[in-house]
């Protein structure tokens, strides 16, 4: 053998032990439940959007992993017009479709699907939608279906979009996994057939995973995108998603390797997962914020000095360790701290009992009161155990001689009767969509949302007046002025006690790699591989 | 015999009626609704909610929409879930085989050990050995299923690795789904060692889900066995030189089966109820967690068609122990 020879054979052994390290492996994700569907057009939870637009589908823009902010998606680029009202997108060229057994592309992704993918979700009338009735309950609720007034095929790699008011958030809402991209010629073929309903069970998307089987309760497979336009995200050869819907069971298996990535882990769990040897559990404080709401459309809570009251006597901290277990930072403004534009130089009232006493006084609360806490009857990220929660709360009330009688109501029914404003005072929370800081502040907190959202009912113009101008425009810094001015008047007013936002933990197996916690609750394998 | 099936047969259609009723009722008495619970604390457009509730036809008053659920189920229809958009049909027999796959392994389990349990302890009345066997029946009766599962993955799963922690079979094996039997769909699919997997995903569950019924076989055949003991044709086969086997397996026991065969075709029932709990912790995708899901998330024609349809197999599998009934006791069928 020549020299030559010789080092082409060597060369050759080690490419390819190296290609055999670097695409190994068949990752499983222990998951929480089975998802509806797989059209994410469609659905609303986080066990959804895992399954489908995080896993099979892309946006025009995307969430960078890990962050809030937005970078380049199936759009390569987009301008602005000068009134912030038509958006025009230069879309990305060469990005493939998933070939599977029940879908063969002969075209690459071009504007027919952008606009199919938005027409679908804001035209009722739209013939995919007579054949397969649907809602789209994301796409209401960010307001596209009233607001996003025409999208037009400027040629086969520019759409334009127009907008009937000026929405700083429209970007981000764009990012939202409801905004995911169809296959308009997968959908024409499904529609010709009759079998337009089947877009919820056969998915076909551009991301870097395929769909290859589900089993409802069991399991669901995905082969690795080899086509996958973002080179470089595809380490893993196949995915697999062994739903597992009790907490400690999950917890078992990832101690047994029966999966590599677990979700929801129980705070109980959290001590012994970070002594195991065998784990990994990093942490990322998450997007959400629980809160008490005042109901100031009643009395007495429509007088500063009685929510300043009821908000001095809770303690936070009492509250943090007994309901999240320590696994949570008290929150002082509407909106986490990661949330661009948190306002920094706000604090909260110090606890203070003997001060809350003097302010109900003044305000001519009597000993004894009677009031109404509620309490949710879910368990949510932003509040674990609401009843736990309201007892400590009820206690730490007692100490003022206020007395709370703990209300609660089946969920539908709690949200139901809480819009109306049945409630004195109520426990909820919120957890970003967006990253939009109008998702906090005006979705929660706006002139608007009250009979929605907004149950503390509280609609304060000069907080509202920034809150519109802050949605209408788009120059960054000056919202982050606007929203920074907002939240020191919510502090000021007191509508809410903010109470915690929590601390998401992602216990893995020491062999996974590149695993990044998204800030919206999701869970996506872009760049993950095994060791 | 035939007219006494009949009438057995005829007792269960107002029953069917009454399941079909109460169901629906029930799952309607909850408050909220498939929409209020699928947006929870996001905003709802009044517009957006009226138009999915009509689409749903909830809009409709309610003795409207039973009658609508009463004439499609005469048309064998029964609805389709409002989550998935899938046939309530086609869900409930893809998940079915795996509840009942479970629970025919648990009665088996339960049978094989409650039935000599209940004969041991009856024939050693009063010694340690009836203490030892009805102690433990009365704690597998009083174990929380939860409990007992968890704590038995901790010592067979992880500690010892003996079993998997949960699901039907192992991840690396993809079978298809045939007949909707793991263990027979791993024979068909002719894959080396799937058998061998599926079977021992079934250990653990098995045991879990059966350990109740095994508690009250075994409580419910000693009790039998003792009554029978007393007879007087055990003291005439004892008597007659018979050996002790042959008085209690062929004089006894058959006699004794009598109570004994009404409580196992009763514990389909608490197998069905246990079942929720067993698929929960072993991640078993069978009927009971889809049922849960369904009633958490207001999917009525779910709920109402799964309820009818768990109740056709209750009912039925009880019209077989009745009918079964009339053939061990000529006297049963006779009467008016």
């Known amino acids: ?531 | 015999m035939l007219s006494f099936i009949l009438r057995r047969i005829a007792v269960v259609i107002p029953t069917f009626l009454g399941v079909t009723l109460l169901a629906f009722a029930l799952i309607h008495m909850i408050p909220g609704d498939p929409v209020l619970v699928m947006m929870g604390e996001r905003q709802i457009d009044p517009e957006f909610y009226a138009s999915a509730l009509k689409r749903l036809g909830l809009d409709q008053p309610l003795y409207v929409q039973y009658w609508h659920y009463l004439l499609n189920l005469l048309h064998g229809d029964f609805g389709t879930s409002i989550v998935s958009n899938e046939p309530v049909i086609r869900e409930f027999l893809t998940l079915f085989p795996a509840t009942l796959e479970l629970s025919l392994c648990a009665m088996i389990f339960a049978c094989l050990l409650g039935l000599p349990a209940g004969m041991l302890a009856a024939t050693r009345r009063g010694t340690i050995v009836d203490h030892v066997t009805m102690g433990s029946a009365l704690t597998g009766y009083s174990m929380p299923i939860f409990w007992w599962g968890l704590i038995l993955i901790m010592l067979f799963s992880v500690s010892l690795g003996w079993t998997p922690v949960s699901g039907r079979i192992s991840l690396e094996y993809d079978i298809p789904p045939v007949t909707g039997f793991m263990l027979i769909d791993t024979l068909l699919s002719g894959e080396e060692g799937a058998f061998k997997s599926a079977a021992h995903h079934l250990i653990l569950p098995a045991i879990v889900l059966g350990t109740i019924p095994m508690a009250v076989i075994a409580r419910m055949t000693r009790s039998a066995m003792l009554e029978v003991l007393r007879e007087d044709y055990i003291r005439t086969a004892r008597a007659k030189g018979l050996s002790r086997g042959r008085i209690v397996i062929v004089h006894a026991l058959r006699n004794a089966l009598m109570p004994v065969v009404t409580v196992i075709g009763l514990q389909i029932g608490t197998l069905l109820a246990g079942a929720v709990l067993t698929e929960t912790i072993f991640s078993w995708p069978g009927i009971g967690k889809w049922l849960i899901d369904s009633i958490s998330r207001r999917d009525y024609p779910v709920v109402q068609g799964g309820i009818l349809l768990i109740a056709t197999m209750v009912i039925s599998v009880n019209l077989l122990v009745d009918i079964l009934y009339g053939v061990i006791n000529p006297r049963i069928r006779h009467a008016r």
Not at chain 1, 172 to 191: P, R, V
Not at chain 1, 302 to 307: G, M, Q, T
Not at chain 1, 434 to 440: A, E, K, R, V
Request: aromatic share 12%.
């Open chain 1, 1 to 531: 053998m020549n020299f030559k020879m010789r080092n082409w054979v060597l060369g050759s052994a080690v490419a390819l032990l190296a290609g055999t390290a670097s695409a190994a492996g068949t990752l499983i994700y222990c998951s929480e439940g089975s998802p509806t569907g797989f059209d994410p057009s469609r659905q609303v939870t986080g066990t959804d959007f895992d399954a489908s637009a995080e896993t099979m589908f892309n946006r025009l823009v995307e969430f960078a992993p890990g962050s809030t902010q937005i970078r380049p998606g199936l759009a390569e680029k987009w301008e602005v017009s000068a009134d912030n009202l038509t958006y025009t997108f230069t879309l990305r060229k060469g990005v493939k479709f998933h070939t599977t057994s029940y879908f063969k592309p002969t075209r690459e992704f071009n504007a027919d699907d952008v606009v199919f993918t938005f027409k679908r979700l804001t035209d009722k009338n739209f013939p995919f939608n007579k054949a397969a009735p649907s809602d789209f309950p994301y796409a209401s609720d960010m307001a596209m279906d009233t607001n996003l007034v025409a999208i037009e095929k400027v040629d086969p790699y520019t759409v334009r979009m127009k907008l009937k008011a000026v929405d700083a958030a429209f970007l981000q809402n764009l990012a939202m996994s409801f905004a995911s991209i169809h296959s308009a010629e997968y959908a024409e073929g499904l529609l010709k057939a009759g079998k337009a309903a089947n877009i919820n069970t056969q998915p076909i998307g551009t991301g870097p995973f395929v769909f290859r089987s589900f089993q409802k309760d069991a399991n669901i497979r995905y082969d690795a995108n080899k086509d996958f336009w973002r080179k470089g995200d595809v380490k893993l050869d196949k995915l697999i998603f062994a739903i597992t819907p009790d907490a400690s069971v999950r917890y078992q298996k990832l101690q047994k390797g029966e999966c590599h990535v677990m979700a929801y882990p129980k705070p109980a769990d959290l001590k012994a997962m970070q002594t195991n040897p065998k784990l990994n559990v990093p942490s990322q404080p998450a997007f959400n914020t629980g809160w008490l709401s005042y109901n100031v459309s009643r009395k007495p809570f429509d007088k500063l000095e009685v929510r300043q009251a009821l908000d001095m006597a809770i303690n936070k901290k009492a509250i943090i360790d007994a309901v999240f277990q320590g696994a949570a930072q008290p929150a002082t403004n509407p909106m986490p701290p990661t949330q661009w534009s948190y306002n920094k130089t706000l604090k909260d009232a110090p606890m203070d009992v003997e001060k809350a006493k003097a302010l109900l006084k003044k305000a001519g609360i009597a000993e004894g009161t009677e009031i109404t806490l509620w309490a949710m009857p879910v368990q949510r990220p932003y509040n674990p155990n609401a009843k736990l929660m309201a007892e400590m709360i009820q206690n730490d009330w007692a100490k003022i001689g206020i007395k709370a009688k703990i209300v609660t109501y089946e969920w539908g029914e709690y949200i139901k009767r809480a819009k109306a404003g049945e409630h004195d005072t109520m426990l909820i929370g919120w957890t970003g969509d967006n990253g939009d800081p109008d998702n906090w502040l005006g979705v929660n907190l706006g002139c608007e949302a009250v009979g929605g959202n907004n149950y503390a009912r509280w609609c304060n113009k000069e907080f509202d007046d920034l809150i519109v101008k802050g949605r209408s425009t788009t120059n960054q810094a000056e919202r982050v002025k606007l929203y920074e001015k907002a939240q020191t008047i919510f502090k000021r007013e007191v509508p809410w006690t903010t109470i915690a936002h929590s601390t998401v933990y992602q216990p893995m197996r020491k062999e996974v790699q590149g695993f990044k916690i998204s800030p919206f609750g999701l869970n996506s394998f872009y760049g993950v591989s095994l060791k």
